[in-house]
């Protein structure tokens, strides 16, 4: 059991959703000190600070969830201390190791793209590391894997595109219940009903999906009868690749602004 002082800068829907699930896992035994300026509470038995401590006093770890527009706001705090943390676990979208390491001098770096369904233990966190020990490497994987899978990236410029596809997803998969729900509307369900339903459809989906041996192009095949309904839907959806088209727009645009962050850091 690691008991480790964990010190989490910025808890708010990231930082909050992974405090909430490391808190919420069994055995969690570090101590936690929230440091934030603005967030409202912590959890019961976390320590909340408005800034960094000025001392040279470090944590064990140390996770930062700020805005990467905010990394210049810290930069500077970190730069005035002597030590440096064990393992830096940086989860900001787009911000790279090279970078990271021109603000916390940490021991060990280790970019991680977790997703909001963390807080309840059923997300996805990408990590990777250029330099990082076999050992670094296992602690910042066991420290993730009560939030849920965990996935090593070996290439840093791939991180932008997970940071799109499984960081960004649950907001646009969110996007997808709704529209659902709203054409269920649409039909003349009552609007509550309709959200309940498709809410329930994603849900049962995709745990159908994540349990099953056969890819989603065959399970959509067993819910489309023959002569049946569904494939009127799936022939909307599949015209043109119009669906397809729409998530690659939409994956791309989201990778190009992880893009856009990363330069505007590496310029400070
Ligand atoms: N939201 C998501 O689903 C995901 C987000 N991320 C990454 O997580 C990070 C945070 O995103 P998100 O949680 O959405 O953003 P939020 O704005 O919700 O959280 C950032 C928090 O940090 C606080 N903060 C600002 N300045 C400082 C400072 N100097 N010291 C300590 N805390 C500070 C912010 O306060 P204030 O609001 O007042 O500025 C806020 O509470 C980003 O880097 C993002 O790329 C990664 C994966 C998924
Ligand atoms: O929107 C963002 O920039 C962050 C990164 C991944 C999810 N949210």
Known sequence: MATGAL???????MGGA?????????????????????????????????????????????????KPQ??????????????????LLSILAGVETTT?????GADAIVRAMPNLPVSIGEG?????SSDADNGARSEAAGL?????????????????????????GPGFLFRFIEAMAQAGEALGLPAAQALRLATATVKGSALL????????????????????STREGLNVLDRDEALKALMRATLLAAAER???????ARSG
């Open 7 to 13: 010190w989490l800068i910025g808890a708010g829907n």
């Open 18 to 66: 992974m405090l909430r699930g490391w808190l919420a896992s069994p055995g969690w035994a570090r101590p936690v000190t929230v440091i934030d300026p603005h967030v409202a509470e912590v959890p019961n038995g976390v320590t909340l600070l408005r800034e960094l401590p000025s001392g040279d006093e470090q944590p064990d770890i140390l996770v930062l969830a700020i």
């Open 70 to 87: 905010q990394l210049g706001d810290v930069a500077p705090l970190f730069a005035a201390k002597a030590g440096a943390p064990r393992l």
């Open 100 to 104: 990271l390491k021109n603000v916390v």
């Open 124 to 128: 996805v966190t990408a990590l990777y």
């Open 144 to 168: 993730v894997a009560s939030l849920g899978l965990v996935e090593w990236v070996d290439d840093e410029k791939l991180f932008d595109a997970v940071t799109a596809l499984s960081g960004c």
């Open 209 to 228: 999906a994540a349990s099953s041996n056969e890819g989603p192009a065959v399970l959509a095949d067993r819910v489309a009868s023959p002569g049946g």
């Open 258 to 264: 992880n893009a856009e962050l990363a330069a505007a």
